[in-house]
């Protein structure tokens, strides 16, 4: 295995644990129009990435079916869609500005709701860029080290400011120390590398299904992005910052796909 698959996998987290810590270098929690930017910058950037990084590979590698290429893209896509719906219904979970928590009713602290909310979305994220290092391997049409590479590195963009997102709200209500605040934060982060390798070693069985599995983490990432970006980008008060955001996000991830693949 090349030494940039492990590399390319650790990217994401290192950039949750990095964000993480600017709970050791800001007193207070990020304002609310930062937030909402940050937040549609990476629904921008996970958005881009479910077309050019997997949905596209997924319909390139189903060629041979001719006009009927985009049904194992759609049956992925629609597996990812509701993979994430079962984990939304079985998992308790807090999205920020929601009045109550979903899932199982649990006595955890909001707090820890919430950070299980970013470790629910994050799941996605690993797998997208598990598989798309496995398409690497195992010679899928339309992926390439630089593409893979580029898909790493955007995720690890919107995954910067998720991790302070966790960090310096736990540290700020004065119910954590910054140490543990900064732990809250980088651990969110550490089921992409997980759930990355375990996509890697189990797709090495389903080589014939890799549309399927591009297209599945495509569907995951983007349910994410409708049932829990938009809204928080869009809530409260009117602003078209989460709406330029987005798409500075998906610009940014569009062009690092393109340029580098």
């Not at 998720?162 to 934060?185: D, K, M, W």
């Not at 759930?195 to 389903?206: K, N």
Request: with cysteine; glycine share 10%; charged share 10%.
């Amino acid at each position: 295995m090349p030494l940039q698959i492990p590399v390319g996998i650790l990217i994401p987290f290192a950039a949750t644990t990095l964000g993480s810590a600017c709970v050791y270098f800001l007193r207070q929690n990020l304002s609310d129009l930062t937030q909402r930017f940050l937040t549609g910058f990476a629904a921008g950037v996970m958005t881009a990435a479910s077309i050019w990084s997997l949905l596209l590979p997924a319909i390139e590698d189903s060629g041979n079916l001719g006009a009927f290429a985009f049904l194992p893209a759609a049956a992925g896509f629609w597996l990812g869609i509701l993979f994430l719906l079962l984990l939304d219904h079985v998992l308790p979970h807090l999205h920020r500005y929601a009045a109550e928590p979903e899932g199982p009713k649990s006595r955890m602290k909001s707090g820890t709701l919430m950070m299980l909310a970013v470790t629910i979305h994050n799941i996605p994220e690993g797998m997208a860029v598990g598989v798309v290092f496995a398409g690497l391997l195992y010679g899928t049409p339309g992926i390439s080290m630089s593409s893979a590479m580029a898909l790493a590195a955007g995720i690890a963009i919107q995954n910067f400011p998720e991790g302070a997102i966790i960090s310096l709200p736990l540290y700020a209500s004065g119910g954590s120390s910054r140490h543990r605040a900064f732990a809250a934060g980088a651990l969110s982060g550490a089921v992409e590398p997980v759930a990355a390798a375990v996509t890697i070693l189990l797709s090495g069985f389903l080589i014939p299904l890799m549309p399927y599995l591009l297209s599945f983490a495509a569907g995951a990432m983007l349910y994410v992005v409708v049932e829990e970006l938009i809204p928080e980008m869009s809530h409260g008060r009117h602003s078209n910052i989460g709406v330029l955001a987005f798409a500075f996000g998906f610009t940014v991830m569009m062009a690092l796909d393109v340029a580098l693949g």
